[in-house]
T-cell receptor, first 110, second 114 residues
Framework: LAKTTQPISMDSYEGQEVNITCSHNNIATNDYITWYQQFPSQGPRFIIQGYKTKVTNEVASLFIPADRKSSTLSLPRVSLSDTAVYYCLVGTSGTYKYIFGTGTRLKVLA | SAVISQKPSRDICQRGTSLTIQCQVDSQVTMMFWYRQQPGQSLTLIATANQGSEATYESGFVIDKFPISRPNLTFSTLTVSNMSPEDSSIYLC???????????FGSGTQLSVL
């Protein structure tokens, strides 16, 4: 299983771009990288998924270097409502073992 | 994306009793997953439930304590048996809709054991 390592917490101010990096040194060839967002009293919500290079959707961007040993979730111009815990998961293709790491607790300040 | 209904949303139970949590999905899915999230902590995978076969439990979780049913492709239950205060957690049902390592979650069941 590819273990992930993220910063435990981050603070940012409204309007800033936030980058959260996840380390996954033993990622397997077929694994995808997926990020989730969790608000208090809710289940995690899918944000973005990628395999390599860059992926962008209406919510975030995901940057994955060529060696795929890390990935960076980028949230443009955060607002107070982006305060949440962000989890990076590395998919274990075919085994269906989705193991969550510690996550990063992002606090957006006014 | 799948819509997952989980109930009850919360419950307060007495020590030694059991609670069954239900998870209903609005589409047929192959795999369903049960997680536990203790206060302020990350999610811990309890077991994976595939329709028509026994659930697969993660290390530290056993069938006698957390029996799971998966009678069809849209429904599953998790029972927390012989509860103790240490079982107080949020229990979350999840599905892997597209087999692409993309999970969708129910809103969870907040369990408090007195």
């Amino acid at each position: 299983l590819a273990k992930t390592t993220q910063p435990i917490s981050m603070d940012s101010y409204e309007g800033q771009e936030v980058n959260i990096t996840c380390s996954h040194n033993n990622i397997a060839t077929n694994d995808y990288i997926t990020w989730y967002q969790q608000f208090p009293s809710q289940g995690p919500r899918f944000i973005i998924q990628g395999y390599k290079t860059k992926v962008t959707n209406e919510v975030a961007s995901l940057f994955i270097p060529a060696d795929r040993k890390s990935s960076t979730l980028s949230l443009p111009r955060v607002s107070l409502s982006d305060t949440a815990v962000y989890y990076c998961l590395v998919g274990t293709s075919g085994t269906y073992k989705y193991i969550f790491g510690t996550g990063t607790r992002l606090k957006v300040l006014a | 994306s799948a819509v997952i209904s989980q109930k009850p949303s919360r419950d307060i139970c007495q020590r030694g009793t059991s609670l069954t949590i239900q998870c209903q999905v609005d589409s047929q899915v192959t795999m369903m997953f049960w997680y536990r999230q203790q206060p302020g902590q990350s999610l811990t995978l309890i077991a994976t439930a595939n329709q028509g076969s026994e659930a697969t439990y993660e290390s530290g979780f056993v069938i006698d304590k957390f029996p799971i049913s998966r009678p069809n492709l849209t429904f599953s239950t998790l029972t927390v048996s012989n509860m103790s205060p240490e079982d107080s957690s949020i229990y979350l049902c999840s599905v892997d809709e597209t087999s692409g390592e993309k999970l969708f979650f129910g809103s969870g069941t907040q369990l408090s054991v007195l």
